[in-house]
């Protein structure tokens, strides 16, 4: 939209300048869709910029006047935000996540919404099937297409609040390959400051308040978070239980967290009896507790704010699947001596 400076004539008239209140509209539903972000930011801050300058040029489009002039002022003007347009695509590019091609691994990803209590005794889900219907977990099932390939086994995971479940994905995927199942759910409160939209970005925001980016990094692995997001976490434990129970009745279960979203193993087995526990930061190679595989889910915060750069050979995700497994597999097989 910037560089239309170079070639839009007085003869002409300026539809381009409707990009600018486009784009923020499309990165707000964005955020609100698949969470805020670093990235999303920047780039909101940049589209609110350009909606800005450009507001007199979409007023004459709206009045189907044609260009008049463009001013020495907004000529420069342009070019700057036109060079900040160009070295945040660079970023956004170089930054971009390290997607792990679920194709390639006859992996399949599930999306599901769910309305559930917080700490009711009753415990009631119900699905959200129309935008209209309150919506406060966000379910995903990583499973193997192949039947043949699945295990007798289904991986529950609930992540700290600090991330979010995509923040863990290449090694939920690199699970599945192996024909793991695994159910991983994001639940929010329906008040603004804990909703999906602001929680993890205000928990970030407030840890670089405190400390810059050593405040941030103090927050890895941080347990004491747990007794303020409790609920919560025992609240998505029940829903995934309950989830589990209904759609896999014959197979073990086998639970996973991370950092304060691990809850005392007492707490745990009263939700989940005669099932094994696993705190991701226990596997000392996970460098990030807390935030997830962010240096392939979120590349440009990590290098940013935790020191650590975009690694595409998925070095730790791979390592913590292949810790997760031989868990799995010890659960299950002592299962199987058991006589259960």
Not at 149 to 172: C, G, I, K, T
Not at 245 to 263: E, T
Not at 304 to 309: E, N
Request: hydrophobic share 40%.
């Amino acid at each position: 939209m910037n560089a239309r400076v170079f070639w839009t004539r007085r003869t002409r008239i300026d539809a381009l300048s409707l990009l600018g209140p486009f784009s923020v509209l499309t990165i707000i539903l964005s955020a609100f869709a698949w969470g805020l972000r670093s990235a999303n930011i920047a780039i909101l801050a940049l589209s609110l910029v350009c909606a800005v300058i450009n507001y007199r040029s979409l007023v004459r489009f709206s009045q189907q006047l044609f260009v008049d002039s463009y001013s020495l002022k907004f000529f420069i003007t342009s070019v700057i935000l036109l060079i900040a347009t160009i070295s945040l695509l660079f970023i956004e590019v170089s930054g971009r996540p390290v997607r792990l091609q679920t194709r390639r691994y006859n992996v399949d990803v599930q999306r599901e919404f769910f309305s559930a209590p917080l700490n009711n005794e009753s415990f009631k889900l119900k699905k959200a099937v129309t935008v209209s219907d309150q919506r406060n977990l966000t379910l995903y099932t990583f499973y193997n297409s192949d039947p043949s390939v699945q295990q007798d086994a289904v991986l529950l995971f609930v992540p700290d609040v600090l991330a979010e479940s995509l923040s863990y994905e290449p090694y939920f995927i690199l699970l599945a390959r192996r024909g793991w199942t695994v159910l991983t759910g994001d639940m929010y409160k329906r008040e603004m400051e804990n909703s999906k939209f602001f929680r993890r970005f205000s928990l970030i925001w407030d840890a670089f308040a405190l400390g810059g980016s050593d405040g941030i990094k103090k927050q890895m692995g941080l347990k004491s978070r747990g007794k303020s997001f409790h609920d919560i976490y025992e609240s998505s434990y029940k829903a995934l239980a309950k989830i589990a129970a209904d759609r896999y009745p014959g197979k073990k279960i086998f639970v996973a967290s991370d950092s304060s979203a691990f809850l005392p193993e007492a707490k745990l087995e009263t939700i989940f009896p005669e099932s094994r526990f696993l705190n991701l930061q226990s596997i000392p190679e996970y460098t990030t507790p807390g935030y997830g595989f962010a240096a392939q889910t979120n590349p440009i915060f990590s290098w940013l704010f935790l020191g650590k750069k975009r690694d595409k050979t998925c070095f730790e995700p791979s390592w913590c699947a292949t810790q997760t497994i031989k868990e799995l597999e010890r659960f299950c097989f002592n299962r199987r001596g058991s006589g259960n």
